[in-house]
């Protein structure tokens, strides 16, 4: 039922904020990676 829990609520904010909480470890990862372009800014 996991599965078909994450492809249900597509619509729901709980969807949004799973996105943006892999956006921001996605970012995360990248800053933790030592890039020049976003460690200067």
């Keep these: 039922s996991t599965s ?3 492809l249900y609520p ?3 904010p ?3 904020l799973f996105v943006l909480s ?3 470890n996605h970012v995360a990862k990248t ?3 030592g890039r020049p ?3 200067r800014m």
């Design 4 to 6: 078909g829990d994450r």
């Design 10 to 12: 597509i619509n729901l």
């Design 14 to 16: 709980s969807f949004r």
């Design 22 to 24: 892999v956006l921001l």
């Design 31 to 33: 800053l933790a990676s």
């Design 37 to 39: 372009s976003c460690s």
